[in-house]
Nanobody, 123 residues
Framework: QVQLVESGGGLVQPGGSLRLSCAAS????????MGWYRQAPGKQRELVAD???????NYTDSVKGRFTISRDNAKNTVYLQMNSLKPEDTAVYYC?????????????????WGQGTQVTVSS
């Protein structure tokens, strides 16, 4: 009932920038939190940043001052502006959304994940 589609990943040199987008679609009633996670080879998935419907943000320490998360509630879309990228930012980035949706007369609240988009920072 809910799908998250990501875009914006790619290859960039250290110090460069990328902007990731994630759009949620379906019979969405509301989305409380949207966020970005990343997973590098051999490492656990970690939270990069998230944002509530009201605009409160949270960042992992390693990206503070470099990344900015934002959202467009009308479009059910979350963005991650990544500046001053470093090789250690290389990972698959996953969009996540805490979604309440409506289906066949019932409301459901579930956590949904995007398919992941590769971000590679290399010279």
């Amino acid at each position: 009932q809910v799908q998250l589609v990501e875009s914006g990943g790619g290859l960039v040199q250290p110090g460069g920038s990328l902007r990731l987008s994630c759009a949620a679609s379906g019979s969405i009633f509301s989305i409380y939190v949207m966020g970005w996670y990343r997973q590098a080879p051999g490492k656990q998935r970690e939270l990069v940043a998230d944002i509530t419907k009201g605009g409160s943000t949270n960042y992992t320490d390693s990206v503070k001052g470099r990344f900015t998360i934002s959202r467009d509630n009308a479009k059910n879309t979350v963005y991650l502006q990544m500046n001053s990228l470093k090789p250690e930012d290389t990972a698959v980035y996953y969009c996540n959304a805490d979604v309440t949706y409506y289906h066949v007369g019932f409301y459901y609240r579930n956590d949904y994940w995007g398919q992941g988009t590769q971000v590679t920072v290399s010279s």
